[in-house]
C-alpha cells in the first residue's frame, strides 16, 4: 500500500485523528494563555502589560468561541455532542471537557468581561440608537447602576472571577494533554509530562499571540507602540518558554533514559517521518531561535526599533513551533504501529470535511470574531495611546 512501510494492522493503516483536532488543542492553549496574560494586570498588579488586558480577554474569548468547531467538524454526527450535558459520565474526560467549556465560556470569561466593560455598556446603551443601541442595551442586563460603588463591587468581584479562572484556564487545557497522556497503548503519547507540557506551551503562544495581536493592532490604528507593555511581556514570555522548553526537554531525556521497546522505533520515526516538523520546524525553528532572539533583547540593550522586530519574529516563530508541537504529538503519535514493526504516512487534502481549507477557516474565524468585538467593546480607553505613529519612528 503507499505510504505504508513495514507490518502494520488494517485498523493502523488509516489515522483516525487528523488536523483538525491538531487545531483543537492549538486554539484552546491560546484561549489558555491569553488569559494568564490577562489575570497579570488584575491579580498579580503588572501594571506594565495594562494596555494588552481587555485585548487578550476578547482575544481568549474570541478563540474559546472556535475551540469546539474542530471537533464538531472531525464528528460524524456533531449534533450527538450535546448529549454529553444530558447524560453526563464522571469517568469520561473528553465529557467532562464540555462543563469545564460551558463554565470557563460563561462563568469566567463572558462575567469577567461583562464586569470589566459594564460602565461602558451602560453609557453607550444611553448614547447609541438603532440596532446596536438595542444590543447594548440588552448587554446591560438591566443593570443601569454604575454609581462609585458599584464599580467599587464589579472590581472585587471581577478579582475573584479572576482567580478562578487561573485555574479553570489551566483545566480547559491541561485536561487535552490529559486525555493524550492517559492513552497507555501509545507510548509517543503516554507520559505523566503530558498535560503540563500542554499547559507550558499553551501559555508561551497565547502570550506570543497576544503580543502579536496588540503591536498588528496598534499599527494599524496609526498609534505608537508602548515598547514597555511589549518588554514586560517579552520577559515573561522568555521566562514561561524556558519552563517549558526544559519540561520537554526533561520529558525527552526520560525517554532516551528509559529506553524501553518502543524506543527504536520513536528514534527512528523522529530521524525519518518527523524529521523536518519536529527536528527542524518545532526545536530549531519554534523554539531554540526564538529562545535565543528573546534572550538577547533580554541581556543585551538594544533600540526600540530592533527590539520590536525581534519581537515579532520570535512570537511568529513560536506560534508555528507550538502548532508543530501539536502536529508532532496527534499526528505524529499515529504514525507507528502498535507492534513497532510498521509506520504509515498522513496526506492532508486540500479540499475536504478536514482538509487544509477548512484548518485554515478555522484559524482565521476567531480573528474575525476578534475583530467584531473590538468593535462593539474596544479594548483601548478613550485617549489612550495619542502619540501618532510618527512619534515611534
Not at 77 to 103: D, K, N
Not at 246 to 263: G, N, T, V
Not at 337 to 342: A, D, Q, V
Request: charged share 15%; glycine share 6%.
Amino acid at each position: 500500500m503507499n505510504g505504508v512501510e513495514g507490518f502494520m494492522y488494517p485498523n493502523e493503516i488509516a489515522l483516525q485523528w487528523s488536523v483538525l483536532i491538531v487545531l483543537y488543542p492549538y486554539i484552546t492553549g491560546l484561549v489558555a494563555g491569553a488569559f494568564i496574560l490577562a489575570s497579570l494586570v488584575r491579580i498579580f498588579r503588572v501594571e506594565a502589560v495594562r494596555p494588552t488586558y481587555r485585548l487578550a480577554l476578547l482575544t481568549a474569548l474570541s478563540f474559546l468561541l472556535v475551540a469546539p468547531l474542530p471537533l464538531q467538524f472531525h464528528l460524524g454526527h456533531p449534533e450527538r455532542s450535546f448529549e454529553m450535558y444530558f447524560t453526563p459520565h464522571s469517568t469520561s474526560a473528553m465529557a467532562m471537557f464540555g462543563y469545564v467549556y460551558l463554565w470557563y465560556l460563561m462563568a469566567v470569561l463572558v462575567f469577567e468581561l461583562w464586569l470589566d466593560y459594564r460602565a461602558e455598556i451602560v453609557q453607550r446603551a444611553q448614547s447609541t440608537k438603532g440596532l446596536l443601541g438595542l444590543l447594548y442595551k440588552a448587554m446591560t442586563l438591566g443593570n443601569y447602576n454604575i454609581s462609585h460603588e458599584a464599580l467599587e463591587l464589579d472590581e472585587k468581584i471581577g478579582w475573584i472571577v479572576t482567580l478562578i479562572g487561573i485555574p479553570s484556564a489551566f483545566m480547559l487545557h491541561g485536561y487535552v494533554g490529559f486525555i493524550f497522556g492517559s492513552i497507555k497503548a501509545n507510548p509517543w503519547w503516554s507520559s505523566p509530562l503530558m498535560p503540563i507540557v500542554f499547559i507550558f506551551s499553551a501559555m508561551v503562544s497565547g502570550i506570543a499571540a497576544v503580543m502579536l495581536i496588540y503591536m498588528a493592532t496598534t499599527k494599524m490604528r496609526g498609534l505608537k507602540i508602548d515598547v514597555a507593555c511589549v518588554d514586560a511581556i517579552a520577559m515573561y514570555l522568555f521566562y514561561t518558554f524556558i519552563i517549558d522548553f526544559a519540561l520537554e526537554s526533561l520529558d525527552l531525556i526520560h525517554r532516551i533514559y528509559e529506553a524501553d521497546e518502543s524506543f527504536r522505533s520513536l528514534d527512528f520515526m523522529v530521524h525519518t517521518k518527523l524529521y523536518i516538523p519536529h527536528i527542524v520546524i518545532q526545536i530549531l525553528l519554534g523554539t531554540l531561535t526564538p529562545l535565543v532572539l528573546l534572550a538577547i533583547t533580554q541581556l543585551v540593550k538594544l533600540p526600540e526599533r530592533l527590539r520590536k522586530r525581534l519581537y515579532v519574529i520570535a512570537g511568529s516563530l513560536i506560534m508555528i513551533g507550538v502548532f508543530a508541537m501539536r502536529w508532532n504529538v496527534v499526528i505524529g503519535g499515529q504514525l507507528f504501529s502498535k507492534s513497532f514493526l510498521g509506520y504509515t504516512t498522513y496526506k492532508m487534502h486540500l479540499i475536504s470535511k478536514e482538509g487544509l481549507l477548512v484548518s485554515a477557516g478555522l484559524m482565521l474565524l476567531p480573528l474575525a470574531i476578534l475583530y467584531v468585538l473590538v468593535r462593539i467593546l474596544p479594548p483601548w480607553h478613550e485617549g489612550e495611546n495619542q502619540v501618532l505613529a510618527e512619534g515611534a519612528k
